[in-house]
Nanobody, 124 residues
Framework: VQVVESGGDLVQTGGSLRLSCAASGSMFRLHAMGWYCQAPGKERELVARITSNGVTNYADSVKGRFTISRDRDNAKNTVYLRMNSLKPEDTAVYYC?????????????????WGQGTQVTVSS
């Protein structure tokens, strides 16, 4: 399964961005997709996640500012992250993750796949 992100950019404090992520390839079922960020010298951490049922969860630091959503056409396996009121501390590489299962002869196997990341830089 291939995961491709886009939309990262350089913006000023208070600005907005929309990141896009599409998952493609052979899978039995796509369970969830999420956005994670990694700033220099820090560990990768969850920003927002949405399940196939539409259940969302957010990091406390982005609640009320970021919104994760799915494309209306579920078959596209595409999610978006709308980022408003951006702050310098939001600066990081943002990675998209897909959680899915594949079918083997014996059973279903849960797997994840990561995108290559997209840089978001917020200037003060």
């Amino acid at each position: 399964v291939q995961v491709v992100e886009s939309g990262g950019d350089l913006v000023q404090t208070g600005g907005s961005l929309r990141l896009s992520c599409a998952a493609s390839g052979s899978m039995f079922r796509l369970h969830a997709m999420g956005w994670y960020c990694q700033a220099p010298g820090k560990e990768r951490e969850l920003v927002a996640r949405i399940t196939s049922n539409g259940v969302t969860n957010y990091a406390d630091s982005v609640k009320g500012r970021f919104t994760i959503s799915r494309d209306r056409d579920n078959a596209k396996n595409t999610v978006y992250l709308r980022m408003n009121s951006l702050k310098p501390e939001d600066t990081a590489v943002y990675y998209c993750n897909a959680e899915f299962s594949i079918a083997t002869i014996e059973r279903l196997v849960n797997m994840t796949s990561w995108g290559q990341g997209t840089q978001v830089t917020v200037s003060s």
